[in-house]
């Protein structure tokens, strides 16, 4: 008796738990939104939803539409004022004067004021308040004050100053002429009142005064932004909103986008980039982006130094021994571009052109001469081991480089994957790695100086900056001050050229390729383009 | 009976602290700093580090980080992600799916592998039980992401009969590709050893019996030879359904699913101990009441069998 009564008990168990479990409606799920409502691909948001505590794609991309600033940049990377009317440099570069236009309103009413935007960089630069953007503010007089001890989290930086309700003036450190631009980046965003209140509940409801406002957000589902009819900008969004749907894995979000039941993703699986662009039942885009891949070898390794003839002649060796065309096509089937330069295609001032870019093309037998030149003034027998994070796709491309290599240059050459980007970086920081590691810069503003100064200039050095390799060069330096100090953009430019061309030559980081821009629609999504971030232009789109 | 469900529940006591330690103990050896890899490429700025750092308890030695989790845990506080979201939110909202997809696909490989186990092992040397034979054996061979990627490809999107992904808050038809692609494997070895049992007991002695003693063949196959082919069959089906809840990784990225798998994935390489510790010991507890259900079950399957 006992028994049965156990067995009963176990399958109507079972049984209530099947009809519990089965009860759900289904469809939900596959809802595309509304007629002009345009789904997109992301990943679900890393940090709460603060500009200034915003650093990685899945909140980037929504942060870009919730909030509008200073200036922004159109899909060619070009500077656009916003909500500023005017921002004046002084002589040097060193102070700016920024007055806004006027009418500009957050979602909860309130006006956009000088002081939305000097209360928000200061609580992003101090550092009691923990924001990860915080360095994007260390150029303004005061930062350094912001980073010590004992702080209560509303301390102001002393280089911002409200003239008036329109007007304030930013001192800097040092000169620096891209400022204007900088200031377009998501952290530099303007916030409410309200945020300073209650920044956790404002990190799951932002209140922005961009183009869209947030509907709702359901963690690990969805992001719901509708079109913000107070929007003030010049273009206004052609679609009635954007929804995000959050995915785990691109290929899922591939898959979804054929069927029709996703109409815009801003990647394209490893699997399907072979495909993509012959697919009938999407549309596809790929073009050369912002992106750039390198690898570095520390500027100071032993018979590969930057500052010694030997070294300059096997790095030059070895960059001229690696067939960028034919990775590109072979290895990443066409989504990515050969490297000409230390910037990237989608960055003004790019140029194929440039002195020195020779090194940058393959050419065996040029690089088995140089190599030899460097063997005759010190031999080196070692292996040359390639390290990366193997969790990131980047094996294929690292095999092909150890076989070019060995091939052309007869030497011994190895990969090195590690497990993870955590582990990776860590490494890199810790300065563990000896050899070249993969390096790679997304840029966070459209401009050469992004790339250069954050990458190679010594200041960015010895782990205070990205400048990985800590190579170290005072005529870089100096170029790269006096570009700071420039206020017009074809002196700055030009400088920006000259660094490059030293770079070229002493190849503190060898270019391989620019990840392409590319991403995938729905058959029938009109206004699909890419911009110079490699994001799609969602305002753009509609159905 | 009471005393030994006592006993069973008490065991469950060490057996949950004991993973909880060696799991938090796991995800702090890990390699890698996890609020370095917060900034990504990009530097470091060591001063708002160490805010983080102190907001999270990882600037204290690893024994006091263990012991201030237990503390919260105890109070119900699992702490928060680095999100800021509070990990029993999130576990709330990921395990309901896992759950639901489990359950879908523990009664897809139930039923259909029993059914079919039992038909070919009583009708032995069919053509019927060489086909069920033939398929279970590409099942088992063929690894779950390519069973999942081709269904997903023309049951979604070329024909378009079953939804191609299921999001969140999935229903029945989201779930029933997964579940069935999710089951498939359990499903061929449970026919395999379904069909394996039923066709030794068929020639066992206390069959011949039965049927010597003018039994019904209907009666003989249900009240003897399935009764005790189940056993084993039962045993592997308890185990499964533990492995489906903690180990749908695969079926839950290809079909975009947002259940514990993949939250437990996305911990290890935040490097997330709180999250970790509290889905591993939760999935701890599934495996041991799974397995105690199945301890009960044997009781009622075979008298032989008395807890005491």
Known sequence: ??????????????????????????????????????????????????????????????????????????????????????????????????????????????????????????????????????????????????????????????????????????????????????????????????????????????????????????????????????????????????????????????????????????????????????????????????????????????????????????????????????????????????????????????????????????????????????????????????????????????????????????????????????????????????GAFRTGWQPDYPSAENYLYQLYDSRAADGNGSNDGDYKNAEVDELLNKAAAATKSDKQIDLYHQVEEILLEQLPAIPIYYTNADGVAAKGVKGFEMDWQNQPIYENMTK | MGKYLLRRILQMIPVVLGTTLLVYALVFALPGDPVKAMFGDKPVNEAVAAQIRAEYNLDKPFIVQYFLFLKNALTLNFGETFAGQPVIAEIGRAFPVTIKLALMAFCFEAIFGCVFGVISGLKKGKWYDSVILIVSLLLISVPTFVTGFVGQYFLGVKWRILPVTAGANPGFFDLLMPAMVLGSVSMAYIIRLARSEVSSNIALDYVRTARAKGMSNTSVTFRHILRNSMIPVVTYLGQDLGALMGGAMITEQIFNIHGIGFLTYQSILKGEANMVVSVVTLLTLVFVVCNLLVDMLYAALDPRIRYA
């Open chain 1, 1 to 434: 008796m006992k028994k049965k009564a156990i067995a009963v008990v176990a399958g109507a168990c079972t049984l209530g738990m099947l009809l519990s479990g089965c009860g759900g409606s289904g469809g939900d799920s596959n809802a595309s939104g509304g007629a002009n409502v345009i789904t997109a691909f992301n990943s679900e948001p890393q940090n709460a939803l603060i500009p200034g505590d915003t650093n990685e794609t899945g909140g980037g991309k929504v942060g870009q539409l919730l909030f509008a600033n200073l200036v922004r940049y159109d899909s060619k990377g070009d500077t656009k004022m916003e909500v500023a009317d005017s921002i004046e440099p002084n002589k040097d570069a060193t102070q700016y004067t920024v007055k806004l236009k006027d009418g500009w309103k957050f979602t909860d009413g309130t006006p956009v004021t000088a002081e939305s935007f000097t209360k928000s960089w200061s609580y992003t630069a101090n550092a009691k308040n923990a924001q990860k953007c915080s360095s994007f503010f260390s150029m303004i007089k005061g930062y350094d004050d912001l980073q010590k001890d004992g702080l209560k989290g509303d301390e102001q930086l002393e280089g911002l100053k409200v003239v008036d309700d329109k007007t304030f003036t930013v001192d800097l450190a040092q000169p620096d002429s891209v400022f204007p631009i900088k200031v377009g980046y998501l952290a530099f965003a303007p916030l409410p009142e309200s945020f300073y209140k209650d920044p956790k509940a404002f990190g799951e409801k932002p209140v922005g005064n961009g183009m869209y406002k947030l509907d709702k957000w359901d963690h690990n589902s969805q992001i719901v932004l509708t079109k913000n009819a107070d929007y003030k900008g010049e273009e206004k969004p052609k679609n009635d909103g954007v929804t995000f749907k959050i995915y785990t894995d691109v290929d899922a979000a591939y898959a979804d986008v054929q069927a029709g039941n996703l109409d815009v993703m801003d990647t394209v699986p490893a699997s399907a980039t072979k495909t993509f662009e012959k697919d009938s039942s999407i549309e596809a885009y790929n073009k050369a982006g912002s992106v750039i891949q390198t690898f570095t070898i520390p500027a100071n390794m032993k018979h590969w130094e930057t500052n010694t003839e030997e070294g300059q002649l096997r790095r030059q060796a070895l960059s001229m021994a690696i067939d960028r065309e034919q990775l590109v096509t072979k290895v990443l089937n066409g989504v990515g571009t050969a490297a000409t330069d230390f910037t990237a295609p989608a960055i003004p001032g790019y140029s194929k052109d440039l002195k020195n870019g020779k090194y940058l093309k393959a050419n065996p037998s040029e690089a088995k001469k140089l190599w030899d030149q460097a063997e005759a003034i010190s031999k080196w027998d070692g292996t040359l081991t390639f390290s990366f994070n193997a969790d990131g796709g980047a094996k294929p491309i690292y095999d092909a480089i150890v076989n070019q290599v060995k091939n052309n240059l007869g030497i011994k050459a190895a990969t090195n994957p590690m497990p993870t980007f955590q582990e990776f970086r860590n490494a890199v920081s810790e300065r563990k790695i000896d």
